[in-house]
């Protein structure tokens, strides 16, 4: 019985018979000293790794043995090492190894390996994917490039992704039995030192042709061209950002500067137009010329020194300004800073209190009258009652003065705490101190008339000129005792600043009847989509709530033709609406008619 030996073959384990390892171990010995030391390191590898691909491909599994047949297969293919020398004078006359040692063996066989497919990457231009199907198919790379060229111009992408395809999935050919293979040339051991020998000829010649100051010098010229490339593309894209700067800048000063002599002019003109505006906002009495400039330089002067660092991009040999300059522009910015703070804060404080002055005015009802509310407007100043804005704005009255005029005018209906009804009119303005506001407040007109249970509210107030704007407003508190009934006319939608959760007023129409409750405002006529009383007083169960009162005669004949009247305002809007309705359906016919008879 044989012992048997493991052994590591080229990166392969194999069970091998104790007889065939001796053998197979003096082969290796023989062909060391074959070798030459050019390579010997290189070429065994080779070597081993063949002989392991030859052994792997005759057993059958991992527990088989390799014996004696076995490597004398391997030797017959890849022959003796005393049966050849390979050298530069008779490597001509040797041939191939194999067929040698089949003539000295007496034997005809000569063992050639499948061809396989390898990237070239020694001859590659991208992925040695062409080079190495031309070593497969035995064509010129030429031409297969050619061809791959042709294919992308034909169909557009689809050879590329043939290609990255090929390039991943096929392995390039590394060792010397894999380029064998490639080329489909014998692997045996002739033909592995033949082409290792070549290798080492050709990087032989290739280090004796290199000229290493010329190297050098190409170096140093490359990375000349490189750094002044890259300082050329450099000052190029600075000057371009310069050039932006200067042109964005300049614009930018020459419209503060055209700003400033526009307001200066606005501040010192006989009749200016813009004056009165400023005036009428300049609440803290500060010299406008003096606030203008302040604000032209706190702006100006950086966007100056943006346009001198642009230029001195654009232009690098450009003179510097004086240093002396610099600092009293400096200095200029940072007093321009500061009386820009002192501006603000003085202008600030004149709203930091609020004065008030409130007139009361009794309302001559009783529980069972309808009190009925309704703004009106002036038409010297507005073109009808819904023209609300709360901005101050400088008009004109009759007699050619000027005045604030605002709609800044709220409305709210409140609870009151007694048994009588009336309104309370607040005149607000803000100001450096109550007191003070209370003065401006007094300036502020308002007017509303009462006309028996008709209340009539102004939809603006009015201010002299002189008093400035100090955020001037009006407020109207209408107060009603419990039970009393109103109704919300015209343009108390545009007015009311009631709380929604205490007056919940409806927008649908202006008839809707009102009753102060004991928690909140009812409307005692409102029908929400389900047909039932929205929120009237008596559905919610409310203690001690009258019932409506009784309306005599003229009551019900006034609402009743209030209601004739907006049922037969719908009834119009509906007939205008079918009207336009049938003229569209009319000439939609007329057109298909049209369309129709051109028809053959």
């Given at each position: 019985?044989?012992?048997?030996?493991?052994?590591?073959?080229?990166?392969?384990?194999?069970?091998?018979?104790?007889?065939?390892?001796?053998?197979?171990?003096?082969?290796?010995?023989?062909?060391?000293?074959?070798?030459?030391?050019?390579?010997?390191?290189?070429?065994?590898?080779?070597?081993?790794?063949?002989?392991?691909?030859?052994?792997?491909?005759?057993?059958?599994?991992?527990?088989?043995?390799?014996?004696?047949?076995?490597?004398?297969?391997?030797?017959?293919?890849?022959?003796?090492?005393?049966?050849?020398?390979?050298?530069?004078?008779?490597?001509?006359?040797?041939?191939?190894?194999?067929?040698?040692?089949?003539?000295?063996?007496?034997?005809?066989?000569?063992?050639?390996?499948?061809?396989?497919?390898?990237?070239?990457?020694?001859?590659?231009?991208?992925?040695?994917?062409?080079?190495?199907?031309?070593?497969?198919?035995?064509?010129?790379?030429?031409?297969?490039?050619?061809?791959?060229?042709?294919?992308?111009?034909?169909?557009?992408?689809?050879?590329?992704?043939?290609?990255?395809?090929?390039?991943?999935?096929?392995?390039?050919?590394?060792?010397?039995?894999?380029?064998?293979?490639?080329?489909?040339e014998p692997i045996n051991i002739s033909n592995i030192e033949k082409k290792v020998r070549e290798e080492f000829?050709?990087?032989?010649?290739?280090?004796?042709?290199?000229?290493?100051?010329?190297?050098?010098?190409?170096?140093?010229?490359?990375?000349?061209?490189?750094?002044?490339?890259?300082?050329?593309?450099?000052?190029?894209?600075?000057?371009?950002?310069?050039?932006?700067?200067?042109?964005?800048?300049?614009?930018?000063?020459?419209?503060?500067?055209?700003?400033?002599?526009?307001?200066?002019?606005?501040?010192?003109?006989?009749?200016?137009?813009?004056?009165?505006?400023?005036?009428?906002?300049?609440?803290?009495?500060?010299?406008?010329?003096?606030?203008?400039?302040?604000?032209?330089?706190?702006?100006?002067?950086?966007?100056?020194?943006?346009?001198?660092?642009?230029?001195?991009?654009?232009?690098?040999?450009?003179?510097?300004?004086?240093?002396?300059?610099?600092?009293?522009?400096?200095?200029?910015?940072?007093?321009?800073?500061?009386?820009?703070?002192?501006?603000?804060?003085?202008?600030?404080?004149?709203?930091?209190?609020?004065?008030?002055?409130?007139?009361?005015?009794?309302?001559?009802?009783?529980?069972?009258?309808?009190?009925?509310?309704?703004?009106?407007?002036?038409?010297?100043?507005?073109?009808?009652?819904?023209?609300?804005?709360?901005?101050?704005?400088?008009?004109?009255?009759?007699?050619?003065?000027?005045?604030?005029?605002?709609?800044?005018?709220?409305?709210?209906?409140?609870?009151?705490?007694?048994?009588?009804?009336?309104?309370?009119?607040?005149?607000?303005?803000?100001?450096?101190?109550?007191?003070?506001?209370?003065?401006?407040?007094?300036?502020?007109?308002?007017?509303?008339?009462?006309?028996?249970?008709?209340?009539?509210?102004?939809?603006?107030?009015?201010?002299?000129?002189?008093?400035?704007?100090?955020?001037?407003?009006?407020?109207?508190?209408?107060?009603?005792?419990?039970?009393?009934?109103?109704?919300?006319?015209?343009?108390?939608?545009?007015?009311?600043?009631?709380?929604?959760?205490?007056?919940?007023?409806?927008?649908?129409?202006?008839?809707?009847?009102?009753?102060?409750?004991?928690?909140?405002?009812?409307?005692?006529?409102?029908?929400?989509?389900?047909?039932?009383?929205?929120?009237?007083?008596?559905?919610?169960?409310?203690?001690?709530?009258?019932?409506?009162?009784?309306?005599?005669?003229?009551?019900?004949?006034?609402?009743?033709?209030?209601?004739?009247?907006?049922?037969?305002?719908?009834?119009?809007?509906?007939?205008?609406?079918?009207?336009?309705?049938?003229?569209?359906?009319?000439?939609?016919?007329?057109?298909?008619?049209?369309?129709?008879?051109?028809?053959?």
């Open positions: 019985m044989n012992r048997t030996v493991s052994i590591n073959l080229g990166g392969m384990f194999f069970h091998i018979d104790e007889n065939a390892y001796q053998k197979l171990n003096r082969y290796f010995d023989a062909i060391r000293r074959s070798l030459s030391p050019d390579g010997k390191d290189e070429i065994m590898s080779d070597i081993e790794g063949r002989i392991a691909e030859l052994l792997s491909e005759k057993i059958k599994n991992d527990k088989q043995v390799v014996g004696m047949r076995e490597i004398d297969d391997v030797i017959t293919v890849m022959g003796e090492p005393e049966d050849y020398r390979i050298g530069e004078e008779n490597d001509a006359k040797t041939g191939s190894f194999s067929s040698s040692y089949a003539q000295a063996a007496g034997s005809t066989f000569e063992y050639y390996r499948t061809k396989k497919f390898y990237r070239d990457e020694e001859n590659a231009i991208i992925g040695g994917v062409c080079a190495g199907l031309g070593h497969y198919f035995r064509i010129e790379a030429l031409w297969i490039r050619i061809i791959f060229i042709l294919l992308l111009v034909a169909f557009v992408a689809t050879p590329g992704i043939v290609y990255l395809l090929l390039w991943m999935l096929i392995p390039p050919a590394v060792t010397t039995a894999e380029k064998l293979e490639m080329r489909g000829a050709q990087v032989n010649e290739r280090l004796k042709g290199v000229d290493y100051d010329k190297i050098n010098s190409n170096l140093k010229n490359g990375a000349d061209r490189v750094t002044s490339g890259a300082r050329t593309v450099v000052k190029g894209v600075a000057r371009v950002i310069g050039a932006i700067m200067v042109a964005i800048t300049g614009i930018w000063l020459g419209g503060l500067l055209v700003a400033l002599l526009i307001t200066l002019f606005a501040t010192t003109a006989v009749a200016p137009v813009w004056y009165p505006y400023i005036e009428a906002f300049n609440t803290s009495g500060s010299p406008i010329w003096l606030v203008c400039m302040a604000a032209f330089f706190v702006v100006a002067v950086p966007i100056l020194g943006f346009f001198l660092l642009g230029l001195r991009i654009l232009i690098p040999h450009i003179k510097p300004i004086n240093g002396y300059v610099t600092f009293i522009m400096i200095m200029l910015w940072i007093a321009s800073i500061a009386c820009c703070i002192y501006f603000g804060v003085n202008q600030s404080i004149q709203y930091r209190a609020e004065g008030k002055v409130t007139d009361r005015t009794e309302l001559k009802l009783t529980k069972n009258d309808t009190l009925k509310v309704r703004f009106r407007y002036n038409n010297e100043f507005a073109n009808d009652i819904y023209n609300h804005h709360s901005d101050i704005t400088i008009e004109e009255d009759t007699l050619g003065n000027q005045i604030l005029y605002s709609n800044d005018v709220r409305f709210y209906v409140m609870k009151a705490e007694g048994n009588k009804p009336y309104v309370q009119i607040d005149r607000v303005a803000d100001a450096n101190g109550k007191a003070e506001g209370r003065k401006i407040a007094q300036n502020i007109k308002y007017n509303f008339q009462v006309k028996g249970n008709e209340l009539i509210l102004d939809n603006y107030h009015i201010s002299p000129l002189d008093a400035k704007f100090h955020d001037q407003k009006v407020q109207i508190y209408l107060y009603l005792p419990e039970g009393y009934i109103f109704k919300a006319g015209d343009g108390v939608t545009e007015y009311d600043d009631t709380d929604n959760d205490f007056f919940n007023l409806w927008f649908d129409n202006q008839n809707h009847v009102y009753q102060m409750g004991e928690k909140k405002v009812y409307c005692l006529d409102c029908i929400n989509g389900d047909g039932e009383m929205e929120d009237a007083p008596w559905s919610e169960g409310e203690n001690n709530m009258p019932a409506p009162p009784a309306m005599s005669e003229n009551e019900m004949k006034q609402m009743n033709k209030e209601m004739l009247e907006q049922q037969a305002e719908e009834m119009k809007k509906q007939a205008e609406e079918m009207k336009k309705e049938a003229k569209n359906i009319a000439s939609e016919i007329k057109e298909n008619v049209k369309d129709n008879m051109k028809k053959p």
